[in-house]
């Protein structure tokens, strides 16, 4: 089998949303009168955002979870994706194995591909979504405002309790160990839930760095300030058999969940409350935005001066 012969397999399929799909030199869609288009791309590589021998099927799914999460945070409805990628050899039984987690992804949510690029060399995977809104309905970062309520969808910590046993630095039991690693591995974007908060949350993002240092973006472009709840946090079960300083640290800091932070004025409690119960996914009211800047973690309202920010690839370590 040859470059095209793998495309052909294992990544050419009809394109429901597109006039044309993978094959010519591009694909071409059309944009539904009114709607604007909402566009985002994620790289994964190998040896830094996973371990070159994880399950390829969990790779294919996680590799479009992530880009539809971000079209979740702006509530954008996905519609077509495009997928790079860079393969140390041909691997037709890692190929299958992809392949069938993304596409089964995809059809859950209805997204086609319509192109992409192979090529050879170290594996590294990059797709990028397009995903479509009313004009002027996204959430957007910059939406928050003081004495807006802060919410959060699921429950935190669970992938970061995965990687903390990952690079040894707390052995997890069985039981949490499955639960956890499920979690990192097979994330699930909460795409339904984004496309129900237009139009009632203000600010919203995904928490793929963690918690409290994503949340300051929203804090800096919507200039203003946080209180975090730390007792208020829905921490995943498997948190319970860690030490408070790993927990606090997972529910805080802990990249991978996918989940969505949002600010939404209080007139909206009792519609979340209903949101969440319709949709089957826990909301929780978390904090609060408030004047100033920056975010305050708070312990039964005593501030506990939490330092440690998100995940910076420059950053020092
Ligand atoms: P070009 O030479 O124009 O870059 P390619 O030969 O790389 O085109 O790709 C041929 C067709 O296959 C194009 O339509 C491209 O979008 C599609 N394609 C290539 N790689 C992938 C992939 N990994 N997934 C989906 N489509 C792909
Ligand atoms: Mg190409």
Not at 79 to 101: C, I, K, M, Q, Y
Not at 163 to 177: A, I, K, N, S, W
Not at 180 to 207: F, N
């Amino acid at each position: 089998m040859n470059e095209f012969g793998l495309i052909a397999r294992y990544f050419t399929r009809p394109a429901a949303n597109a006039d044309l799909g993978v094959g010519d030199d591009c694909a071409l869609m059309r944009v539904r009168e009114g709607m604007q288009l909402a566009v985002s791309v994620d790289m994964l590589v190998s040896g830094r955002h996973f371990f070159a021998d994880v399950d390829p099927q969990s790779l294919g799914h996680k590799a479009l979870a992530v880009n539809l999460s971000d079209l979740a945070a702006m509530g954008a409805e996905p519609r077509w994706f495009t997928l790079s990628l860079a393969l140390p050899e041909l691997d037709e039984g890692w190929l299958a194995g992809f392949s069938a987690g993304l596409h089964a992804l995809a059809d859950q949510h209805g997204i086609s591909l319509v192109g992409g690029d192979t090529t050879k060399g170290p594996l590294t995977l990059s797709i990028q979504v397009a995903g479509e809104l009313p004009a002027g309905s996204a959430l957007l970062r910059s939406a928050g405002q003081p004495g807006d309520d802060l919410w959060v969808s699921g429950e935190l910590g669970a992938a970061a309790a995965a990687v903390m046993h990952g690079c040894g630095r707390f052995r997890l039991p069985d039981t949490e160990c499955r639960a956890a690693y499920r979690r990192l591995e097979w994330p699930t974007p909460r795409v339904e839930l984004g496309l129900a908060l237009r139009g009632v949350a203000h600010a919203a993002l995904d928490i793929s760095d963690g918690l409290a240092g994503d949340l300051r973006h929203i804090c800096a472009r919507s200039a203003c300030g946080a209180e975090l709840w730390l007792e208020a946090l829905p921490a995943s079960d498997c948190l319970a058999v860690l030490p408070e300083t790993l927990r606090r640290e997972a529910l805080l800091s802990g990249g991978d969940d996918y989940e969505l932070c949002f600010s939404a004025p209080a007139v909206q409690r009792e519609h979340l409350a209903a949101l969440a119960a319709e949709l089957g996914v826990p909301l929780t009211r978390i904090g609060r935005l408030v004047a100033g800047s920056g975010v305050q973690v708070l312990l039964h309202g005593e501030d506990i001066c939490w330092q440690h920010g998100g995940f910076d690839h420059f950053g020092a370590a």
